[in-house]
């Protein structure tokens, strides 16, 4: 089999992380549809809203995705990628979907140990942890509805590989 792998879940569960080791466990291509929106339009996620609004970045975002899609391709997807039914519905035709799952404590442990979030403030200025449970509650039930297999994030990233490949019956390269 050598369709694509699409990784979905929220911001810090590992999808590059994972998603690199993956690839290279199968020699498959890594690609991630953030950067290519950022290459493609030479512009950050908060240029490209301030510039065409949240629609017209979920139509790039949309785009982006289509052009990165190719076999044997481990392709890492924006958090909020879940949201339009149009990229689910691509995602499951064209592919094997896994979302990593992970509680809102670590995702916000993650995220703020990372040395630019250090900085960064919060959309909200609450704890990072109380959005990441918002954001959970909201989307958890569109993750769970878009991926074929839902693997925990919450292990070792070799782990979490080696979760994926059994799901997905798919032996190392
Ligand atoms: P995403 O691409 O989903 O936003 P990243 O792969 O960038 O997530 O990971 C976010 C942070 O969490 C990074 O600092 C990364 O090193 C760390 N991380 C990712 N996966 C794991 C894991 N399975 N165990 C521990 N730390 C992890
Ligand atoms: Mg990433």
Not at 12 to 33: H, M, N
Not at 60 to 77: D, H, Y
Request: aromatic share 4%.
């Amino acid at each position: 089999m050598s369709l694509p792998i699409f990784l979905i879940g929220a911001r810090g569960c590992g999808k590059t992380t994972v998603g690199e080791a993956l690839s290279q466990a199968l020699g498959y291509a890594f690609t991630d549809t953030d950067h290519h929106l950022q290459l493609s339009t030479q512009r950050s996620v908060t240029e490209i809203v301030e510039a065409e609004g949240w629609e017209g970045f979920r139509a790039r975002e949309t785009e982006s995705l289509k052009a990165v899609t190719a076999p044997r391709t481990v392709i890492a997807t924006g958090g909020g990628m879940i949201l339009a039914e149009e990229n689910c519905r691509f995602m499951q035709e064209q592919g094997q979907v896994i979302w990593l799952s992970a509680s809102p404590e670590v995702l916000a442990e993650r995220l703020e140990s990372e040395p630019e979030a250090a900085q960064r403030p919060t959309l909200t200025g609450r704890p990072i942890a109380d959005e990441m449970s918002d954001v959970l509650r909201e989307r958890a039930h569109l993750y769970q509805a878009a991926a074929h297999h839902q693997v925990n994030a919450m292990q070792a990233p070799e782990c979490v590989v080696e979760e994926i490949l059994l799901s997905l019956s798919l032996a190392r390269a």
